[in-house]
C-alpha cells in the first residue's frame, strides 16, 4: 500500500448533464469509509455547466471540484463563451486543468497557457497542469525536449508551489487505451521531477481498472488523471481500491 498523497481526478470533458450527478452518491459512500487513514485527494472536474450543482452535492464529503479550462484573463471582459478562473472559483471549483492536449490541439500555444496558469493561480484556483508528447514526437524520440518546452514556457515566471501539480498524459495514449511501458513512464516522469523540484507528477491516459495494477507499481506517480473511466463510478472506486490492494 502507498503511504503518500494520492490524486485522483476525473475528467469528465464534454460528458454529463444534471442526471450524471446521481452517479456521484456511490463514491461519496465509498470515499467516507474508505479514506480513514489514507492520504486520498478525489477531485471531480466536470463541465463548467455542473460545477455549481456538483460541488453542492460534494459539500459534505471531502471530495473536491474543479473546472476543464479557464480564459486568460483574470477580470471581466467581453469574450463571448468565455469563463474565467475568478467566475470558476465563485461557483465552487478549487481547481482548473490547464493545458490539456485536446485544448492544445484546438490552438492553445504554450503562451496561453502560462496566461491561463497566471490568472487561475492569482484567483486562488490550484492547477492541474497537462503536459504530454504526440506519437509522432515519441517516434522522433523528442519527448523530453518537448515537455521541457511545455514547462518552461507554460511556467515562465512562474515558480513552483503546492498550488500546482503536473499531469504527465502522453497524446497518443488518451483514450486509446495505450499506456506508456513501465520503464519508460517511471523515466520520464523522474525526469520532469528533476526538472521540477519537489513536484508533484500524475500520470494521465487510458488510465483503467485493467492497467492499475500495473501503473500502481511505479512508484514515482503521485496520482492519476482519469478520463473516460472516471464516468463510470464503479470503474472509478475500481481504480482507488486497486491502487491501494
Ligand atoms: P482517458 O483521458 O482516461 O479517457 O484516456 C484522460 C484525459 O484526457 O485526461
Given at each position: 500500500m502507498t503511504n503518500k498523497y494520492m490524486y485522483f481526478i476525473a475528467n469528465w470533458k464534454m460528458f454529463g448533464g444534471l442526471n450524471s450527478l446521481n452517479s456521484l452518491h456511490k463514491v461519496m459512500k465509498f470515499f467516507k469509509t474508505f479514506n480513514k487513514n489514507k492520504l486520498i485527494k478525489i477531485i471531480y472536474c466536470p463541465p463548467s455547466t455542473l460545477i455549481r450543482p456538483m460541488s453542492k452535492k460534494l459539500k459534505k464529503s471531502n471530495i473536491e471540484v474543479g473546472a476543464q479550462n479557464c480564459h486568460q484573463q483574470s477580470s471581466y471582459g467581453a469574450f463571448t463563451g468565455s469563463v474565467n478562473s475568478a467566475m470558476?472559483?465563485?461557483?465552487?471549483?478549487?481547481y482548473v486543468i490547464i493545458g490539456h492536449?485536446?485544448?492544445?490541439?484546438?490552438?492553445?500555444?504554450?503562451?496561453?497557457?502560462?496566461l491561463k496558469i497566471k490568472s487561475a493561480l492569482k484567483a486562488g484556483l490550484k492547477v492541474i497542469f497537462c503536459i504530454g508528447e504526440t506519437s509522432i514526437e515519441k517516434r522522433k524520440k523528442i519527448t523530453k525536449q518537448v515537455l521541457v518546452k511545455q514547462v518552461k514556457l507554460g511556467l515562465h515566471k512562474i515558480k513552483y508551489n503546492k498550488n500546482l501539480v503536473?499531469?504527465?498524459e502522453p497524446v497518443w495514449s488518451i483514450g486509446t487505451g495505450m499506456i506508456p511501458k513501465s520503464k519508460e513512464l517511471f523515466e520520464t516522469i523522474d525526469f520532469v521531477k528533476k526538472k521540477i523540484k519537489n513536484c508533484k507528477v500524475l500520470y494521465g491516459g487510458s488510465v483503467s481498472p485493467k492497467n492499475i495494477n500495473e501503473l500502481k507499481l511505479i512508484k514515482n506517480i503521485d496520482g492519476y488523471l482519469i478520463g473516460g473511466a472516471s464516468q463510470d463510478p464503479k470503474k472509478f472506486i475500481d481504480i482507488i481500491k486497486k491502487t491501494y490492494s
Amino acid at each position: 500500500m502507498t503511504n503518500k498523497y494520492m490524486y485522483f481526478i476525473a475528467n469528465w470533458k464534454m460528458f454529463g448533464g444534471l442526471n450524471s450527478l446521481n452517479s456521484l452518491h456511490k463514491v461519496m459512500k465509498f470515499f467516507k469509509t474508505f479514506n480513514k487513514n489514507k492520504l486520498i485527494k478525489i477531485i471531480y472536474c466536470p463541465p463548467s455547466t455542473l460545477i455549481r450543482p456538483m460541488s453542492k452535492k460534494l459539500k459534505k464529503s471531502n471530495i473536491e471540484v474543479g473546472a476543464q479550462n479557464c480564459h486568460q484573463q483574470s477580470s471581466y471582459g467581453a469574450f463571448t463563451g468565455s469563463v474565467n478562473s475568478a467566475m470558476l472559483k465563485n461557483v465552487g471549483a478549487r481547481y482548473v486543468i490547464i493545458g490539456h492536449s485536446e485544448n492544445r490541439q484546438s490552438g492553445e500555444t504554450n503562451k496561453l497557457i502560462n496566461l491561463k496558469i497566471k490568472s487561475a493561480l492569482k484567483a486562488g484556483l490550484k492547477v492541474i497542469f497537462c503536459i504530454g508528447e504526440t506519437s509522432i514526437e515519441k517516434r522522433k524520440k523528442i519527448t523530453k525536449q518537448v515537455l521541457v518546452k511545455q514547462v518552461k514556457l507554460g511556467l515562465h515566471k512562474i515558480k513552483y508551489n503546492k498550488n500546482l501539480v503536473i499531469a504527465y498524459e502522453p497524446v497518443w495514449s488518451i483514450g486509446t487505451g495505450m499506456i506508456p511501458k513501465s520503464k519508460e513512464l517511471f523515466e520520464t516522469i523522474d525526469f520532469v521531477k528533476k526538472k521540477i523540484k519537489n513536484c508533484k507528477v500524475l500520470y494521465g491516459g487510458s488510465v483503467s481498472p485493467k492497467n492499475i495494477n500495473e501503473l500502481k507499481l511505479i512508484k514515482n506517480i503521485d496520482g492519476y488523471l482519469i478520463g473516460g473511466a472516471s464516468q463510470d463510478p464503479k470503474k472509478f472506486i475500481d481504480i482507488i481500491k486497486k491502487t491501494y490492494s
